[in-house]
């Protein structure tokens, strides 16, 4: 009975590890990638609004921390990091609000940039999977943020990942007013040379919080 219980347990362990290849192969693959630069489609699910609010964007990012995305075309918000301060554009208000790049609320534009997604151990210090099923050959994996800070603003986070090529096809991350930002990317194009006024932004006319 006991030596049947211990099959079954190394049976459901091996069963977990090969749930979350797809996921370890991804990140493995991030110590190769110095840059990326991708267009990209973001959904933003409301709980007021029937149907999701589209709007198509870009995202580059170079190692180490430099971050830049941009929603709309022209651009209506735009965030850049240098990797110490996250600078947060809005367009429309003509105002622009500098916090630092490693805050819980910085998340949701640095968060594919940041220490969490580079390798396997940091991944697991910093998330737990709680499920994970296939769709189209897509792997879905559902994580939750093991720090209190990060979860208040960004309690659940959701990846699409390709394990054919080990990239990443779509990421969602619910907020903590219930709203769902779904970023779906195109045609990403890894390491790259980009120059640093990427990752800086033009404050000239602009009020700075």
């Not at 977990?16 to 990140?27: G, I, K, M, Q, S």
């Not at 949701?108 to 969490?116: A, H």
């Not at 559902?142 to 390709?162: A, E, G, N």
Request: charged letters at 25%; aromatic letters at 8%.
């Amino acid at each position: 009975m006991l030596k049947r219980a211990a099959c079954l347990i190394l049976a459901i362990t091996a069963t977990a590890r090969a749930d979350n290849a797809a996921l370890e192969a991804w990140l493995a693959r991030q110590k190769s990638i110095d840059s990326l630069e991708t267009n990209f489609t973001q959904e933003r699910k409301l709980p007021s609004l029937k149907q999701p609010v589209t709007t198509p964007g870009k995202l580059a990012f170079a190692k180490p921390g430099r971050v830049r995305w941009q929603l709309g075309e022209p651009a209506a918000t735009l965030a850049t990091s240098d990797g110490t301060t996250l600078t947060l554009i809005d367009y429309t208000e003509k105002t622009a609000r500098q916090i630092p790049a490693d805050s819980p609320q910085a998340a949701r534009f640095s968060m594919l940039t940041g220490k969490g997604f580079q390798t396997a151990e940091d991944f697991y210090k910093m998330f737990e999977v709680t499920a994970w099923r296939v769709e189209s050959g897509v792997h879905q994996y559902t994580l939750k943020p093991k720090d209190r800070r990060l979860r208040s603003q960004v309690p659940w986070v959701f990846l699409d990942i390709d394990p054919a090529k080990s990239e990443l096809r779509a990421m969602e991350m619910e907020l903590q007013d219930k709203s769902r930002v779904r970023t779906l990317f195109q045609n990403p194009r890894f390491n790259v040379k980009l120059a640093p006024a990427v990752f800086t932004a033009d404050l000239t006319g602009l009020t700075v919080k």
